[in-house]
């Protein structure tokens, strides 16, 4: 059963960065593409961000394009998700996810993501 463990979540002014990872068990990370989602308090989980099996192609929400970047190293079974110019609204848990969906070379939508980590609390304070 493979496991994603997200870490680098904490609390951030406004305008600053942060970098969170997800490393997952197994052997065979390189074969799925991943994502990153969140939820505010309140709020339905959002897509945020998705990358390719290779890592050559990526996918960002708009509300996050140009401050936020999705990346992979396969090497290391990790996907990282760099978070600049935070602003509180970006107040969220935020998840990664794996994609079983091989048909789709960065899916989007939550139901074509099947695993899914714990979760890594991000606040960001005005």
């Known amino acids: 059963q493979v496991q994603l463990v997200e870490s680098g979540g904490g609390l951030v002014q406004a305008g600053g960065s942060l970098r969170l990872s997800c490393t997952a068990s197994g052997r065979t990370f390189s074969n799925y593409p991943m994502g990153w989602f969140r939820q505010a308090p309140g709020k339905e989980r959002e897509f945020v961000a998705g990358?390719?099996?290779?890592?050559?192609?990526?996918y960002h929400a708009g509300s996050v394009k140009g401050r936020f970047t999705i990346s992979r190293d396969n090497a290391k079974n990790t996907v990282y998700l760099q978070m600049n110019s935070l602003k509180p609204e970006d107040t969220a848990v935020y998840y990664c996810?794996?994609?079983?969906?091989?048909?789709?070379?960065?899916?989007?939508?939550?139901?074509?993501?099947?695993?899914w980590g714990q979760g890594t609390q991000v606040t960001v304070s005005s």
């Open positions: 996810a794996r994609s079983n969906t091989a048909s789709i070379l960065v899916p989007t939508t939550q139901s074509n993501y099947h695993v």
């Open positions: 990358i390719s099996r290779s890592g050559g192609s990526t």
